[in-house]
């Protein structure tokens, strides 16, 4: 099964030639380049060497049981073929995921969008709930998380909030969580306690570079005015927010996240060139999904993606039919168990596209 490991081998060889020369050195991005890709077939063939040797093991076992007479001799290589075979199965699991297919997108930084949608306040609530529960998670495992833009709503919450959200191989873990998010519980406003349902739409936009979205200055509008809301206070006095609109196709971003103007624009135009750069990838995971039998990685944002249950307590993904029941962990950023299952579901349907599992 991991025949094509060992072809790897001279590309590392050769790798590790080209990093060491000097012309290659002085070019920095092309060395950037060429050393990641060094690690990662360095990774990958550490673990198939510890896989060769514990095959080697298994079969010295099994052919002590075949010859030796020595019974206590005989126990010892039995023991040691039982623990040879669990480390066996651990190392096959471990070149699977090395050998899944890596989106050049997954180690990128992002812009992390939610919106209010259907059910009014309710849903607006709701969008400030799931800021809350994605920066929690943010925070848990390292990553650093700024708020760009909001817009609050009337009776609390947000109809809109745009996270940026940067560290290790971001989009590659979140990018599961676009689409429409719904909630079923009983809002504070209703007086007969019935439960109601409201929907949240999530976009994970993958952050471009600054050479991969070139931008005429002539096609931009920007706007200024007062910022406000939640972290607005300290600069509503002056027209430090800005608004950029792209003539061309209409898009439209806006950053209050700073008390200066100049960087307030700075960060909407990363904001404007990463949401123009978002229509390539999100055709690039059309075709993705189109080759494959679920939705755990696609561009269809209207697609309703989870069910958040009060009453019951439950959060299910209607993508790989998974239920979980621990909502108030859940809501409180616990939600790494289901991120998990999502990208194993990714890595299954990847490793059966390319032939590694059938």
């Known amino acids: 099964m991991f025949e094509q490991i060992e072809n790897l081998r001279g590309r590392f060889i050769e790798l590790g030639k080209m990093i060491s020369d000097p012309a290659i050195i002085t070019d920095m991005k092309r060395y950037k380049q060429l050393n990641k890709e060094y690690r990662e077939l360095e990774t ?7 896989y060769r040797a514990v095959l080697s093991n298994i079969d010295n076992n099994k052919s002590i049981l ?3 007479a020595d019974e206590e001799f005989r126990e010892l290589a039995k023991g040691d073929l039982i623990f040879q075979e669990t480390e066996k199965e651990k190392y096959e699991e471990e070149l699977k995921a090395l050998l899944v297919p890596k989106e050049p997108e997954d180690e990128r930084n992002v812009m992390l969008e939610i ?4 059910g009014g306040d309710e849903a607006a609530i709701f969008v400030g709930d799931l800021s809350r529960m994605y920066t929690r998670y943010c925070e848990t495992i390292g990553w650093q998380v700024t708020l760009i833009d909001s817009n609050e709503g ?11 959200i940067k560290g290790e191989n971001v989009y ?4 599961f969580e676009s689409g429409v998010h719904r909630v079923q ?6 007086a007969k306690g019935r439960v109601h349902t409201s929907a949240v739409s999530v976009a994970v936009l993958p ?3 600054e050479v991969e979205v070139d931008i005429n200055e002539a096609d931009i509008k920007m706007d200024v005015f007062r910022a406000s809301g939640a972290g607005g206070q300290h600069v509503n006095r002056t027209e430090s927010a800005v608004r950029l609109t792209h003539l061309p196709t209409g898009t439209v971003v806006a950053c209050q996240a700073e008390r200066s103007q100049h960087k307030n624009r700075e960060t909407a135009m990363k904001m404007l060139k990463t949401r123009i750069y978002e229509t390539a990838v999100r055709k690039h995971e059309d075709e993705i999904a189109s080759r494959r039998k679920t939705l755990v990685s696609t561009g269809d944002r209207s697609a309703k993606i989870r069910t958040y249950n009060y009453p019951q307590g439950r959060i299910t993904d209607h993508r790989i039919n998974l239920s979980i029941y621990n909502l108030e962990a859940f809501m409180n950023g616990d939600i790494g168990e289901m991120l998990e299952q999502l990208s194993l579901a990714e890595q299954t349907e990847k490793l059966k596209e390319g032939g590694i599992l059938s």
């Open 44 to 50: 990958i063939l550490i673990v198939y060497d510890k």
């Open 66 to 68: 075949e010859t030796e």
């Open 115 to 118: 919106r209010a949608g259907t």
């Open 154 to 164: 009337s009776a609390g919450g947000f109809k809109e909030v745009v996270l940026d």
């Open 172 to 175: 590659g873990k979140i990018k």
């Open 185 to 190: 519980r009983i809002p504070l406003t209703e």
């Open 207 to 209: 952050e471009a570079d």
